[in-house]
């Protein structure tokens, strides 16, 4: 029993299998991700001014990040055109660029996760709001932390710009533009606070969906580099066996690997810029 | 080098099936795509006998609200545990079911019904056995992924099973899982509802899997000859389906992300500002959107009440043409209809929200488009009807089920109108007959449709046919009792009763003549749960029917019903690879009764005569 099509083309559609399935399984991972941007556009539509921060990602890394992943979308069709013209050494040498490019993102993408989870937001009861670090900088702190360990006290590192819309009132030394404004630290009465919160998915709908999102994507990006790793070592030995089955898995990987850049195409201006 | 030489590599045991293969590679982890058709078949007959299990102990609730279950309420007490099923306080017997139990059952029923039974049952068990075998081809465009497809349902059908016994038992916010009920209903971390999504992420990246195969296959894996105008219409229906499943589940994935991180993230994706939990604001971010999780669930759920019946109707079509002895009147209608509901079916979602005031002028929009899908699907009932004009019917079991189907799916496709249109909805929103409604189109239709298909093509899968008479009586006693079942909810959801009432709407009784459920209404109760369970008892024949057959039923032909499709023109039971000679194809899938033939059937692969006149 042989599956016909496998390797060449069928005549009258001009693909072979796998490249049928890829497109197919793109298509649906585009409704995913548009589930997720849908849900963006709906909770920031719905959200009031005060509720939807600005300006709380790091734009320069997120630049450089995004030259990161286009830059592997070019070796990695480098890579497939080295193997069509039979050079697989060429192949190697650009794949290791892609699989590098992608270990990159992650590891960038991780230190800016790194940033969020040590930064912290404090509701006042009074209605004031200010962000900034706790002394020590721990993770993942919040309201129930303060409780837990019985403090009285929180040493707070305000930040010296504060980033929210400024109809919100907010806590002196951290007033929108003040120039030179002080950094030092203050201490809050934890009968004050009424709510603590880290950049984390539960501080507000933003960084909910701002991390649904870019760890969904990251998720893609780490199977598309385990995907090309594994063509690139333990897979690669069909070369010699197969080479037109071999350059079309390296094909299909590669509309993978642009599907994941396009996201992030996407992804980076929706979340950093707007 | 071919593509058989790299698959004897990476499985050196697929190359040997040929002659003998294990019991495991040949039964549990088989990549052939009849194996796996058959696999998909008794898991989802399974979970199609256990949702219903479900629904009789729902319907003992509904009729004798607060008595204990007789026969197995110990049994239920010493499974569930004392949360879940209470004593009687005056006689202290065991066995009285709780409302949370009523709600898990209800939100179980819903989910396995939908994903776990009819789903697997139309579009991946027929569609794994028959497509390939209609379109000629050896296997599926990826017999791996066809493997793994089974196997991610069968861990969503394991996650969602065990989720009844885990403390605080399974999901109970309803099969739609609305926010925020979903994410405050349950006290546990880790939860009914947590294993639920999880379930679900399961059954979307199966069914995900399962489409982009069958798509693939359709598009390449046609035989010589086999144009898409001569594609039989179960095929066409199974195409349009996938593409459904492929486009309509991702939402759904993402949003089930998005409930997962509200209930275990503290996320607030559906929880609004200022909502208070048993008396006090719930100490979230808020700010989220129930009505998101609506949209993004329906956005699923409205192409999935096609992906129910798309695949039913190819079936009927197929045994209707078969059996009337004559082509399917209107093929290309039927071919256009189906592409244009498959297209419509995903602008209609927002018809199941019309009471949540997402405001008129959309509810105008979805009101719109609603009415405009129902002309597609009547000129597909239409075509099967008028396709029984003037044929020569022979009523076996699989054409009387067929029958049946017609006027049953067109009961429940009409009376599904009043609930599209924003007026009248808001009257029968949420009441009994809805329930009546959509039970109409699935029950007795789409199941009805999958008994006749089961019926119809067992001889293929077993080599043996089933017991006529029996079949008959199946037949019969289903569709009497379908009717007893459903008929009277209708008449309950026009008086008002509301679909999620534990106590089968006691709680609002009156005296006839006040506003109210009066009486007549409420008794209605005890008839349906007779009925029901009536239903039940007349599935035995068929459970025995179907056994006994496998075995010891009569042997059947490589052709019993004469059929022209290639499904019928390969051995019985279909080898390894399908079909004994290289495949061509001549002629349409619906040659019946072709005048100057000796035969009344000619099938696709026969070659045309010279066309001498």
New interface residues.
């Given amino acids: 029993?042989?599956?016909?099509?496998?390797?060449k083309a069928?005549p009258d559609?001009g693909?072979f299998?796998?490249k049928?399935?890829i497109w197919?399984?793109l298509?649906?991972?585009v409704?995913?991700?548009?589930?997720?941007f849908?849900?963006y556009i709906?909770?920031r539509v719905?959200?009031d001014d005060s509720?939807w921060p600005h300006g709380l990602l790091n734009i320069p890394i997120g630049t450089f990040n995004t030259a990161v992943l286009i830059t592997s979308s070019v070796t990695v069709v480098l890579a497939w055109a080295s193997l069509k013209l039979g050079n697989f050494k060429k192949f190697r040498m650009y794949q290791s660029v892609t699989i590098l490019c992608a270990l990159g993102f992650l590891g960038i993408k991780s230190i800016e996760y790194k940033d969020k989870f040590t930064h912290y937001e404090i509701w006042k009861t009074n209605g004031e709001r200010m962000t900034g670090h706790i002394e020590g900088s721990p993770w993942f702190w919040d309201?129930e932390t303060l409780r837990q360990k019985n403090m009285q006290e929180l040493t707070f590192h305000p930040d010296p710009k504060f980033y929210f819309t400024p109809k919100v009132k907010h806590a002196g030394g951290a007033s929108g533009e003040e120039h030179g404004a002080k950094h030092e630290a203050v201490k809050v009465p934890v009968s004050q606070i009424k709510?603590l919160?880290a950049y984390?998915?539960?501080?507000?709908?933003y960084f909910?969906?701002y991390f649904?999102l870019t760890a969904?994507h990251a998720l893609h990006v780490l199977a598309g580099a385990i995907v090309i790793a594994a063509l690139w070592g333990p897979l690669a030995k069909?070369w010699r066996?197969?080479p037109e089955?071999f350059t079309n898995r390296i094909e299909v990987s590669g509309l993978f690997w642009h599907f994941v850049d396009l996201v992030w195409i996407f992804l980076f201006p929706v979340l950093y810029l707007l | 080098m071919d593509a058989s030489t790299h698959v004897a590599h990476a499985h050196p045991h697929v190359h040997e099936a040929h002659h003998e293969p294990g019991f495991l590679r040949k039964y549990v982890f088989s990549t052939d795509h009849k194996m796996i058709g058959m696999q998909y078949g008794f898991t989802a007959l399974l979970f199609l006998a256990f949702g219903f299990f479900l629904m009789m102990l729902m319907r003992w609730q509904l009729a004798y609200s607060g008595q204990p279950i007789p026969v197995i309420g110990e049994l239920l007490h010493s499974l569930l545990g004392d949360g879940a099923i209470g004593k009687d306080p005056t006689t202290g017997k065991l066995g009285v079911m709780s409302p949370d139990l009523y709600n898990a059952f209800g939100a179980m029923h819903g989910t396995i019904m939908v994903f776990l039974a009819i789903v697997p049952l139309a579009f991946a068990a027929f569609g794994n056995f028959v497509v390939p075998l209609q379109i000629g081809a050896v296997d599926m465009a990826f017999p791996r992924v066809n493997m793994v497809s089974y196997q991610c349902y069968f861990i969503g059908g394991v996650i969602m099973f065990a989720s009844f016994f885990i403390p605080g038992g399974a999901a109970r916010s309803g099969w739609t899982s609305y926010s925020p009920l979903a994410t405050l209903a349950h006290p546990e971390f880790i939860n009914g509802q947590t294993f639920w999504i999880i379930g679900m992420v399961f059954l979307i990246t199966s069914s995900l899997l399962g489409a982009v195969n069958f798509i693939a296959t359709i598009i390449q894996l046609r035989a010589p000859g086999m144009t898409w105008m001569r594609l039989p219409f179960f095929v066409w229906a199974e195409f349009v389906t996938a593409f459904l499943l492929l486009l309509a589940f991702p939402p759904l994935e993402a949003a089930a992300v998005m409930q997962l991180a509200d209930n275990l993230l503290g996320t607030s994706f559906f929880l609004p500002s200022g909502m208070v939990v048993a008396g006090n604001p719930a100490e979230v971010s808020g700010g989220g959107s129930p009505l998101l999780w609506q949209h993004l669930f329906w956005f699923l759920g409205h192409p999935e009440v096609y992906v129910l019946i798309l695949p039913g109707m190819g079936i009927v079509a197929e045994i209707i043409a078969n059996n009337t002895r004559k082509p399917i009147w209107g093929y290309k209608s039927l071919v256009y209809s189906v592409f244009a509901i498959g297209f419509l079916s995903f602008i209609v979602w927002a018809h199941h929200m019309y009471l949540t005031g997402m405001g008129t002028k959309i509810s105008t929009f979805f009101q719109t488009t609603t009415m405009i899908i129902s002309i597609p699907s009547v000129i597909i009932l239409t075509c099967l009807f008028i396709s029984l004009w003037g044929g020569s019917i022979r009523f076996n079991t699989a054409m009387l089920f067929s029958l049946a189907f017609l006027p049953m799916f067109g009961i429940g496709g009409l009376t599904g109108l009043p609930l599209g249109f924003n007026f009248s909805d808001l009257h029968l929103h949420d009441t009994y007959y809805v329930i009546a409604h959509f039970h109409y189109v699935v029950a007795p239709g789409t199941i009805f449709a999958l008994f006749a298909g089961i019926y119809f093509w067992f001889p293929k899968m077993t080599g043996r046919l089933m017991n006529e008479f029996w079949g008959k009586v199946h037949f019969i006693l289903s569709l009497i009792f379908m009717n007893l079942v459903f008929q009277p909810m209708f008449a309950q959801g026009f008086a008002g009763m509301n679909r999620r009432m534990w106590d089968g709407g006691a709680t609002y009784a009156t005296a006839d003549g006040v506003v109210g459920l009066p009486q007549s209404i409420i008794g209605m109760n005890v008839g349906i749960s007779h009925a029901a369970w009536a239903l039940g008892l007349a599935q035995i024949p068929f459970i025995i029917n179907f056994f006994y057959s496998i075995w010891r039923g009569k042997k059947a032909s490589d052709n019993p019903w004469g059929a022209t499709t290639l499904d019928w023109q390969t051995p019985t039971p279909p080898p390894h690879g399908n079909f004994d000679k290289p495949i061509e194809v001549h002629r349409g899938p619906y040659e019946y009764s072709v005048p100057g033939h000796a035969a009344d059937f000619t099938p696709q692969n026969e070659p045309e005569k010279h066309k001498k006149h």
């Fill in positions: 029993m042989e599956i016909p099509y496998t390797v069928r559609t693909l299998n796998a049928v399935g197919l399984f298509a649906s991972e409704m995913l991700f548009g589930g997720l849908s849900s709906f909770l719905a959200a509720a309201t709510r919160s984390v998915p539960a501080h507000s709908t909910g969906i649904t969904l069909m066996t197969e089955r």
